[in-house]
């Protein structure tokens, strides 16, 4: 089946498709909520939102979305999807939430570069604080060949383990 064609039958209105008709609609329903994932991830990526209404709220858009379309404009036959294997209303929402959360996660960092150069510095304190603990603990427990940060610590002949 052509791509211009499942567009065709997807989008056309009571169309009444079912499994023998329109073998491409779980495809088509696939596309379409990735399609919503993705610009409904734009849109809160660059809208700054942060917190988990955003993704309670797209994983309505893409779970219920296209159900909504299905089974009310195209008014398919969701039944003889079933007897075939094929769950309208899984198909696909992982993804399409993945995508959603990784097109945020994106947009939201590069509108937000500040918090990234605070998070690189801090970085770069945590790993410089991480060394001179080891550092410190392998000294206090008697020593031990460890080199980490610049600093050498010695491990002597009478230390107990």
């Known amino acids: 089946m052509s791509i211009l064609k499942a567009i065709k ?10 499994h ?3 073998p491409a609609l779980p495809t088509c ?5 990735l399609l919503i994932g993705l610009c409904y991830g734009v849109y809160l990526g660059y809208r700054n939102v942060s917190g988990g209404v955003g993704l309670l709220l797209g994983s309505g858009l893409v779970a219920f979305l296209p159900m909504i379309y299905v089974e ?6 969701v039944e003889s999807y079933e ?16 995508l959603c959360v990784l097109v945020w996660v994106l947009g939201y ?26 550092v410190d603990v392998v000294d206090g427990m008697g020593g031990g060949d460890v080199n980490v940060g610049g600093k050498e610590a010695v491990m002597s002949e009478d230390a107990e383990f």
């Open 9 to 18: 039958q997807a989008t056309s209105f009571s169309s009444y498709p079912t």
């Open 20 to 22: 023998a008709t329109f």
């Open 29 to 33: 329903l696939t596309w379409t909520r």
């Open 72 to 77: 009310s404009i195209l008014k398919a036959n």
């Open 83 to 98: 007897k075939q294997g094929v769950n309208f209303m899984y198909l696909g929402v992982m993804n399409a939430l993945a």
């Open 109 to 134: 960092t590069m509108m937000n570069e500040e918090y990234e150069e605070r998070m690189v510095l801090a970085h770069s304190v945590v790993k410089e604080a991480v060394k001179n603990v080891v």
